[in-house]
């Protein structure tokens, strides 16, 4: 896609949707990128009752409310996770599986990010290790490759793996408690609870991306997203919001949140505009 949007927002939930909407408010263009809106923690609450408006909601009405509401506006929305968002000197890139797309700023909305790696992850990363089918699935064609799914889409993933050609060992979120992954130069097993399974490639999804693997350089605090009251982050134009930048993890506050991202997202941008 060409078009370069005035904001890129990564996340879906009440954080994304409300910096979106506050983006479109102000005659922004913005694009949400984000897992499936199913993804959001939020959609495992069977009542919320402390977001005005809503009163005995379910989460997974409320996200649906959200997410169509963002749509409603003109925010546009491509499904995919976000891998890498990269300063290339007055615009962003971000990489989702193998498309690109281009902001005048960014807006990290992803929620918390629990996992951390596991042992091998980060070592094998490009050398076995896999977050995107479509990008690297056809390297592994006829080889035996396991996939950890962890998000809503991973069946999907997986499917499609197998598919083109892999021989898949699928592991659901419940079928193993600990992961480690080992090799020479290239991932050759992975042992999951102490079961070893041969493979060339272990394919990862999980809903989030830890903020530091996303933007290198992004500051952080246990793992949190480091802000100011305007939600900007140590690098001008890339601003946070919601879960992401800690407690409380409440959906007013997301909200609440998003909307200063959006408010300093599209200053930033019109600031820009004026330098030129
Ligand atoms: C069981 C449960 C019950 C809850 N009940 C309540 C309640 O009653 N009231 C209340 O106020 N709060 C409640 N919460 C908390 C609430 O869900 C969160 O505070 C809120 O959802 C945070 O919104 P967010 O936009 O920051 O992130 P999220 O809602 O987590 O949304 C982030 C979205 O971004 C996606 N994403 C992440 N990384 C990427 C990436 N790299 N690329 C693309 N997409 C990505 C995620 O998959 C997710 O869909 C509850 C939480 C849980 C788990």
Redesign the pocket.
């Known amino acids: 896609m060409d078009e370069i949007f005035d904001l890129i927002i990564?996340?879906?939930?009440?954080?994304?949707?409300?910096a979106a909407l506050t983006a479109r408010h102000r005659g922004k263009t913005a694009l949400i990128?984000?897992?499936?809106?199913?993804?959001?923690?939020?959609c495992?609450?069977?009542?919320?009752?402390?977001?005005p408006g809503f009163h005995n909601a379910t989460?997974r009405e409320l996200?649906d409310a959200f997410v169509s509401h963002a749509e409603a506006s003109g925010a546009k929305l491509v499904r995919?996770?976000?891998?890498a968002v990269a300063d290339m000197g007055g615009v962003f890139g971000v990489s989702?599986g193998s498309d690109f797309f281009q902001g005048r700023s960014v807006v990290l909305?992803?929620?918390?990010?629990r996992a951390k790696p596991y042992p091998g992850e980060d070592t094998f990363l490009g050398r076995g290790v896999s977050y995107c089918a479509t990008c690297d699935g056809m390297l592994y064609r006829k080889k035996r490759i396991a996939v950890i799914g962890l998000?809503?889409d991973a069946p999907e993933e997986a499917a499609f793996l197998r598919q083109i050609g892999c021989e898949v060992e699928y592991f659901d979120a419940g079928r193993a408690k600990k992961y480690e992954i080992s090799g020479g130069s290239r991932v050759e097993s992975l042992t999951a609870d102490g079961q070893v399974y041969p493979v060339e490639g272990v394919f990862i999804f999980r809903?989030?991306?830890s903020p530091a693997s996303?933007l290198p350089g992004l500051e952080t605090d246990g793992g949190h997203i480091v802000v100011n009251r305007d939600m900007e982050t140590n690098f001008p134009g890339v601003f946070a919001?919601?879960?992401?930048t800690g407690a409380?993890?409440?959906?007013?506050?997301?909200?609440g949140?998003?909307n200063i991202a959006g408010l300093s997202a599209c200053k930033y941008v019109e600031n820009k505009a004026k330098e030129k």
């Open positions: 990564i996340g879906s939930g009440p954080a994304g949707v409300s990128v984000t897992t499936a809106p199913e993804d959001s923690p939020l495992k609450a069977e009542h919320v009752d402390n977001y989460g996200v995919g996770r976000a891998l989702v909305a992803g929620g918390l990010t998000s809503a809903s989030g991306v996303l919001a919601g879960d992401v409380p993890y409440q959906v007013a506050a997301a909200v949140e998003g």
